[in-house]
T-cell receptor, first 114, second 112 residues
Framework: GNSVTQMEGPVTLSEEAFLTINCTYT??????LFWYVQYPGEGLQLLLK?????DKGSNKGFEATYRKETTSFHLEKGSVQVSDSAVYFC?????????????FGTGTQLKVEL | DVKVTQSSRYLVKRTGEKVFLECVQD?????MFWYRQDPGLGLRLIYF???????EKGDIPEGYSVSREKKERFSLILESASTNQTSMYLC???????????FGSGTRLTVV
């Protein structure tokens, strides 16, 4: 079956530090890949996505590249801010058959301090 | 923008009670989902629905049922609440074209 593995948190960084949150996946076929963010007390919001190999998703200074050869979709940001403190979820969606649902990783909590 | 509204942010229920969690979306989406979110486990799919009166089990359906009588409303039912169902419940709706998901703000359910 499909699965998503994320690095465990919490990740604590100082403001303006470089961020990487690792995500690897297992899937049959050619999934689409997503990063969602959950701010305290809120639901999940789509941060970025990539639908095929070598695609780069980007939004709000965050980036992730779909690497089929390493089955990875690592999230990066060059300079984090306190307002980026949240839980980040990596997810995949199958391209066919079971494409009706998302499979999520366990989430990585990010804390950014001044 | 699509809006997904969950009727309650916080609920406290007693063991054995029948519990209804309501979710409404305003964009006529066919696909709707119920997930539960637990620390260290991420989001796990309970049930989803791809049309009115149509439903499919997700990964953890035991102890739950769902109802979809109208396209905009998708209800999650805990037939007899138990303490291990204490969790955050998230509803989502999916766009038909680019498959974007919109989540509600969640219902934090505590079963005592």
């Amino acid at each position: 079956g499909n699965s998503v593995t994320q690095m465990e948190g919490p990740v604590t960084l100082s403001e303006e530090a470089f961020l990487t949150i690792n995500c690897t996946y297992t899937a049959t076929g050619y999934p689409s890949l997503f990063w969602y963010v959950q701010y305290p007390g809120e639901g999940l919001q789509l941060l970025l996505k990539a639908t095929k190999a070598d695609d780069k998703g980007s939004n709000k200074g965050f980036e992730a590249t779909y690497r089929k050869e390493t089955t990875s979709f690592h999230l990066e940001k060059g300079s984090v801010q306190v307002s980026d403190s949240a839980v980040y979820f990596c997810a995949l969606r199958e391209s066919s058959g079971g494409g009706n649902k998302l499979t999520f990783g366990t989430g990585t909590q990010l804390k950014v301090e001044l | 923008d699509v809006k997904v509204t969950q009727s309650s942010r916080y609920l406290v229920k007693r063991t054995g009670e029948k519990v209804f969690l309501e979710c409404v979306q305003d964009m006529d989406h066919e696909n709707m989902f119920w997930y539960r979110q637990d620390p260290g486990l991420g989001l796990r799919l309970i049930y989803f629905s791809y049309d009115v009166k149509m439903k499919e089990k997700g990964d953890i359906p035991e102890g739950y049922s769902v109802s979809r009588e109208k396209k905009e409303r998708f209800s999650l039912i805990l037939e007899s609440a138990s303490t291990n169902q204490t969790s955050m419940y998230l509803c989502a709706s999916r766009e038909p074209i680019n498959y974007g998901y919109t989540f509600g703000s969640g219902t934090r359910l505590t079963v005592v």
